[in-house]
């Protein structure tokens, strides 16, 4: 009888209320929202320097410069889109969603514990693919390469779904008045997302450690990564930047069909996704066309409504009668912002991130009517998917972490404002020197090799620039997360 109680209260009655057996009020000992899972902010960092940005700072040396590259140099990029897409950006997802999402819905995870799993998996999920698909490039067929390639690609997947697991308990309890309504549909497009991009991420990882090779299938690699981009991080920031940067930046708030533009934006990304695979040929390229098009243009419309870049409304605190506070405790905010400086000029690193995302909307909206005018489309993929990654999430996270990071443990400023304007301008001119080379390269003039020359030196150097953009924000958290708690005296 012991043994079945156990189970019971370990195992039972949280699957039966998970799938709607039991209601969530059933249990008599109230929880408390979990703290923020730091171990989510330092793998994600750990991810970047080494096999993210690392990898990419001498993937693009190499390139940039024309240097020699070896047999491990293709397995090598894989393993760097993995370690930014599913690592460095994926990580701080999913730990700044598992600490926000319990706190919009007002129902506090159930499983807190499983947050150290989900970080520990994908780290070693991280490092058993830069392991055995290294290992296997230089001995293809390696059994013990293979086996490590095999368990990371397990251990990514168990990952996914113990996260989707912990936020889709949090969505469906989620009282309908809740703030988190508004942008629920992105927060269940991107557990699809996930889902998606989980599934082929391990099932090529598997496919390629039973044939023992060390290069996953191409193809659906590339496919993990942008459903990713398009699937997971595009709707996680669009609802995070919904409901927090009103607050962190005195926006409007959202006065506009939120949730019908959600379900658009699903829409065109399945036109987008899905017509190549279904109709191979140029009936699945036009209906592609026709969805790449829709997507630019929502990527427009989100950008133009958020309202960062123009300031067009008014502010939410124009419509409040905010209390005046005496200048000798509270010293004036600065101009339009609610802070004091004490988190650097952050928001600058987010118009920067949204900039991105328009130019990203208005190529996607180019290569759609390329492709609906039956031409080629004119912006390569890999610019793009590199606009999204390296520009839009890098820039984004690179602004947000030191905004809300200091908040999420008890700090009230980052220990070093200046460190985030220095990261901001490494990671933008990371992201421009990534991105423009390659998008303009059709365009350079032959008659002017010297500007092929130069643009291959400028592609040369952008992994170090995202490099060191990251270790500023490394060591400007490590800092933060050093100092005393608000309110405490340092020893």
Known sequence: MAQLAFFWVSFARPFARFCGHMPAGSDPIPRAHAPLAQGFVWTALAAALSAGFGAAALLALLLGFELPLADWWLPLVQVHGFAQAFGWLGLFIMG???YFVPRFSGTPLRWPALQQAIWVLTGAAMLGRLTGQLWLSGEPGNGAGAGVLGLAGLAGGLAVLCYLLLLASALRRAPRHQAITQVKPFLLTALCGWLLAGALGTGAALRAALRGEALLEAPWHRLSLDLFAALVLLPVAFAFSLRTF?????????????????????????????????????TGLTVQGLGKALKGGALLVFVWNLDLLLRRKLPWTAEQELPSQPRRFHPPTRPGMPDYGEFGH?????????LCLALAGLLELWNGIAALRGTDPPWVPDALRHLYLAGFGTLLLLGMAPRMIPGFVGRRR??????????????????????????????LPEAYPALATWSSYLFGVSGGLGWLAVACLALNLGATLAAPRAGEKAA
């Open 96 to 98: 700044v969603s598992l």
């Open 246 to 282: 009103p607050l962190y930046l005195r926006l409007a708030p959202a006065r506009w069909p939120v949730r019908p533009f959600a379900l658009f934006y699903l829409a065109a990304c399945a036109l987008d996704f899905l017509p190549p695979l279904l109709w191979p040929g140029a």
């Open 346 to 354: 952050f928001e600058r690193l987010l118009q920067a991130a949204y």
């Open 414 to 443: 980052v220990a070093h404002p200046w460190l985030v304007d220095l990261s901001g301008g490494l990671g933008l001119a990371a992201a421009l020197s990534r991105v423009a080379p390659v998008a303009l390269a059709p365009f």
